[in-house]
């Protein structure tokens, strides 16, 4: 081993700033910050190369005086706490003291400020103080960072190209505009200006200017107040999600945060409502009291820990979870912004005589549960059926078209789940016993899941070897069914907790004893059908999360047809 030393500031300065600044983006976050702290009202963003050769963030905020500025360089120099007690209760973005120490430490900064009496430029070049001097400048700030990592070059190595340090800076600036819709934010790469957000009223329109009328059309509000607790904001309406996680953005005190507790709180909200592997968008601002939020916890504060994040889980599931349940969740096949409601009555709907009406060929008409009582509601109503795959009903908001598998296989899944609970499934023995030769495969398959089968009324007795026989099996299937159920059971029930097994399970049997596709329905049985499955809270997607139905709205039929 060698002898110990101690690493000279050089050194040790260039370590530290590591941690701060990754990349140009790093940097543009910590110069933004700043400025949110000074109060500014305007915050401009100038860039070239992607940040790499150049960053100048400049903002009108309360500026700094001459002693200030030169004391700003030193490391922990902050204005922000003074005591330890202060770190119970941060209500700035910064408070380290260590950005511009760590940015100046690996970069050609100048800076330029004024507290409105007298303006002053510093001009520094890594660990060196080129020059202190007067300079013209209106109040506020301006830094700007050359060369980025110009002393530290195997840093440099991990930039990637001008576009994506450029997308970056786009994706957080236009992240962090929405936490200040006050702030004038504008970005400008090389001599293009990339975007301009003008101070706005609220978040919903910065949202607007940030991302567009489509998304926001989208998403629906929150807005829940709790004691000192707030949490505002918007999220997707179901069943459309989005197929990555890049809209899910979260805001503690106005501050940017990344955080499992939110992600997880989504995903349980929305659990069961959206579309296959796609995820909901969620813009969530979250206020509460200082000190239940510790934001000491990461050198780049991307992260924060709170005292009781199972309270900020439950806050966010309960608020997220019943707007959720509000939203009927039917797929506009044309969206279009949200009109007034429609004054659509169900006595001015006639059954359009264009489409067929659907006849009744041998269709085994599942009904495992006693008739629903008498209607209270007002249902979507059947006029016929589209190539024997599509029920067409007419309803108060437009022209809906029901998938007739998937919506009976997502009201059977429903019922099924019913039926489970009470574990009252009607079972039925065979005449002979059925026996069949198990794959090694399903052999495994059937010990790890004899269990959970046996519950759902699959009585199935070993005979020796891989033989096994089915003795009894749930009354909602034909002998042969049954065996084809059992079958696809096996190979399906791969899933990991009892509780997913369960739902593999119901989802096929609700799939196995659904109406297909091409069989012709009565009116009735149509009417039937969608009665049962409005009556659910989660209507349109089936069990394996496929859409259920689909809709032309009153509002899209009359701008088709030029009557709006
Ligand atoms: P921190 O933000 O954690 O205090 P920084 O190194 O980012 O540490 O900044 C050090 C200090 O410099 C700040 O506390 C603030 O007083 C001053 N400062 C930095 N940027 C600005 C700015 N844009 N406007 C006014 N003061 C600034
Ligand atoms: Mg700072």
């Known amino acids: 081993m060698k002898k110990i030393i101690i690493l000279p500031p050089e050194i040790s300065q260039k370590i530290a700033a590591g941690e701060v600044i990754e990349r140009p983006c790093s940097a543009v976050k910590e110069l933004v910050e700043n400025s949110l702290d000074a109060g500014a009202s305007e ?22 005086s001459r002693e200030d500025a030169r004391l700003c360089f030193e490391r922990h120099s902050t204005s922000k706490i003074e005591t330890v007690n ?4 941060i209500e700035t973005l910064g408070f380290r003291g260590e950005a511009l120490p760590s940015i100046s430490a690996v970069s050609r900064v100048i800076l330029k400020t004024s507290d409105g009496e007298k303006g002053t430029l510093v001009e520094r070049e890594g660990e060196d103080l080129k020059q202190v001097s007067d300079v013209a400048f209106p109040r506020g700030t301006s830094v700007e960072v050359g060369d980025l990592f110009f002393n530290l070059p195997a840093r440099r190595k991990f930039f990637r190209s001008d576009r994506a340090e450029l997308s970056f800076i786009l994706r957080y600036l236009t992240s962090v505009s929405l936490a200040y819709p006050e702030v004038r934010f504008s970005l400008i790469h090389g001599k293009r200006q990339v975007f301009d957000f003008p101070p706005v009223a609220g978040r919903k329109e910065r949202i607007f200017q940030a991302f567009g009328r489509a ?4 998403l629906f509000e929150v807005d829940y107040a709790e004691g000192d607790w707030r949490l505002f904001g918007y999220s997707s309406r179901p069943p459309s999600g989005r197929r990555d996680r890049s809209h899910q953005l979260f805001f503690v005190n106005r501050r ?27 813009f969530l601002f979250l206020t509460c009291p200082y000190p239940e939020v510790d934001i000491n916890v990461h050198p780049a504060k991307a992260e924060v820990r709170f005292r009781d994040s199972s309270r900020v889980f439950q806050l966010v599931v309960h608020v997220i979870e019943q707007e959720v349940l509000k939203e009927k969740g039917i797929k506009e096949i044309f969206p279009v912004g949200e009109g007034k409601k429609s004054s659509f009555s169900r006595e001015e709907i006639s ?5 067929r009406v659907g006849e009744e060929r041998d269709l085994i008409w599942k009904d495992v549960l006693p008739p629903p009582a008498k209607k209270a509601q007002i249902y979507p109503q059947a006029i016929g059926q589209y190539e024997q795959t599509y029920v067409v009903a007419l309803s108060e908001e437009g022209i809906i078209i029901v998938d007739q598998h998937n919506a009976h296989e997502r009201v059977l899944f429903e019922q099924y789940e019913n039926i489970d609970r009470e574990k009252r499934w009607p079972k039925k023995l065979t005449l002979l016993p059925v026996v069949f030769d198990f794959s090694p495969s399903q052999v495994l398959s059937f010990e790890e899941n004899a269990a959970v089968l046996e519950e759902a009324g699959f009585r199935v007795e070993h005979m020796g070897g891989r033989s096994y026989a089915l003795r009894e099996y ?33 989802a096929t049997l609700a799939c196995k004893t659904a109406v297909k596709s091409g069989q012709a329905l009565t009116l009735e049985k149509m009417n039937y059908l969608l009665e049962e499955l409005f009556k659910l809270s989660n209507a349109s997607l089936c069990p394996h999360g496929r859409p259920v139905m689909v809709k032309i709205s009153r509002k899209e039929i009359e701008k088709g047809l030029r009557r709006s």
């Open 86 to 89: 202060d770190l119970n209760r």
């Open 474 to 506: 749930p009354d909602i299937f034909n002998e042969q069914e049954a065996k084809d159920a059992l079958l696809s059971l096996l190979e399906e029930m791969k899933a990991e907790t009892i509780e997913d097994k369960k739902k593999k399970m119901l």
């Open 215 to 218: 998304l926001l059309e989208r």
């Open 256 to 282: 940017l945060v990344k955080d499992r507790t939110f992600q997880a709180a989504l995903n349980q909200a929305y659990r069961g409502f959206l579309e296959k592997d796609t995820f909901a968008e969620g």
């Open 351 to 355: 059954p359009a005589s264009a489409f």
């Open 43 to 64: 915050i401009k963003v100038e860039l070239l190369s992607g940040g790499k050769k150049m960053i100048r963030v400049t903002d009108n905020g309360q500026g700094m």
